[in-house]
């Protein structure tokens, strides 16, 4: 089997990758920028008042969320610490030709800072960011946090990523109040998110999206 990455474009003009590991793309075809804008950055981040706010993403990708969440605490004024988790990174011919730079007209160095970095850095006073680059199933975390961005391959081509332990043990790494945001809807993660302790809402979805889960503690 080919592991090899297929760049693509999707409906807004921005880029995604299919993966030929798993069968999937990262994004939608009706816009990648779009896509996680709705999602992760307007139906979770934006909704904390502190200043301070810790994230951990679960799949970095294309590092699509880590940028525009740069780019929404900048404008802001935001400290964030934003952690991510990372089995299969994309290679530097595939982070190059991405086009997100250009899209959000931001300095492209920054965008391939994010990716060549392997471990921690600042991007900037205000925006800290922590790569592991290792498996999830068997992550053990090691601090707390207010925000989840759960943008694993879906429960389908990826259900170990989707077990009750493993939203148990997110759980238990989320400060009071904290938010999990996530594009799958299914009524079994709904049930096993809601089983945990979460209060969970079903939110419109973006384009070609009906609904997406907020989950908060
Ligand atoms: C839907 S994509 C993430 C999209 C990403 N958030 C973005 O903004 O581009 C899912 C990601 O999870 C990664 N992944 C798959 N299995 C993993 C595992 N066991 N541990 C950590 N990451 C994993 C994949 O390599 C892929 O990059």
Redesign the pocket.
């Known amino acids: 089997m080919t592991t090899k990455n297929a760049i693509f474009k999707t409906d807004d003009g921005s880029h995604s990758i299919y993966s030929n590991r798993f069968n999937e793309s ?1 994004h939608s075809q009706h816009g990648a920028i779009q896509e ?1 804008m709705h999602i992760f950055i307007e139906s979770a981040f934006n909704l904390f008042i502190k200043n301070e706010i810790t994230v951990f ?1 679960v ?7 880590a940028i525009l969440t740069y780019i929404e605490a900048k404008k802001l004024n935001k400290f964030v610490t934003y952690e991510t ?4 990174p994309i290679i530097e011919s595939e982070f190059k030709n991405l086009n997100f730079s250009a899209e959000l007209k931001i300095d492209k160095s920054i965008f391939e800072k994010i990716h060549r970095s392997d471990s921690s850095i600042e991007l900037s006073p205000t925006f800290k960011l922590k790569k592991n680059i290792t ?3 068997n992550y053990q975390f090691q601090n707390k946090y207010d925000l989840i961005y759960f ?3 879906s429960p389908n081509t ?1 259900p170990e ?1 989707w077990t009750r332990e493993i939203f148990q043990k997110i759980y238990n790494s989320m400060n009071v109040g904290g938010i999990l945001i996530t594009y799958v809807s299914k009524g079994e993660i709904r049930r096993r998110l809601i089983d945990i302790g979460f209060n969970v809402e079903k939110l419109a979805g973006p384009p070609g999206k009906r609904h997406i889960l907020r989950a908060v503690k």
């Open positions: 990262y996680s993403e799949g970095f990708g294309t590092g699509l969320n988790i990372e089995l299969y498996d999830f199933t943008d694993a391959f990826q990523m």
